[in-house]
């Protein structure tokens, strides 16, 4: 059983940076794309960020492109969102999700998600 587990979010200022945490239980992802999605209340879930596990080609919406860094580290099987200048619009709860699909499919193709983690940014 796969098994996505978030942590990392919290409560940061406007300009202020966070790094989220998903750690990858159940199974290898070797051959699967990872990323994260965000999602606020009233709105679809949106795609932020994803990672091929081999090789580490990464793509980005044009909203977290130049202040998110995704990331991954193999050997812990720990996928990592490091967010920088944060504004307030970033206010969101952030999910993890894998996919068998390639990277460019994960945004419509998710076979996992994680729990979520809430990322509340102040003005």
């Known amino acids: 059983q796969v098994q996505l587990v978030e942590s990392g979010g919290g409560l940061v200022q406007n300009g202020g940076s966070l790094r989220l945490s998903c750690a990858a239980h159940?199974?290898?992802?070797?051959?699967?794309?990872m990323g994260w999605f965000r999602q606020t209340p009233g709105k679809e879930r949106e795609f932020v960020a994803a990672i091929t596990w081999i090789g580490g080609s990464t793509t980005y919406a044009n909203s977290a492109k130049g202040r998110f860094t995704i990331s991954r580290d193999n050997a812990k099987n720990t996928l990592y969102l490091q967010l920088n200048s944060l504004k307030p619009e970033d206010t969101a709860v952030y999910y993890c999700?894998?996919?068998?699909?390639?990277?460019?499919?994960?945004?419509?193709?998710?076979?996992?998600w994680g729990q979520g983690t809430q990322v509340t940014v102040s003005s």
């Open positions: 159940g199974r290898s992802f070797s051959r699967y794309a």
């Open positions: 999700a894998s996919s068998a699909a390639p990277l460019n499919g994960l945004r419509n193709n998710v076979d996992y």
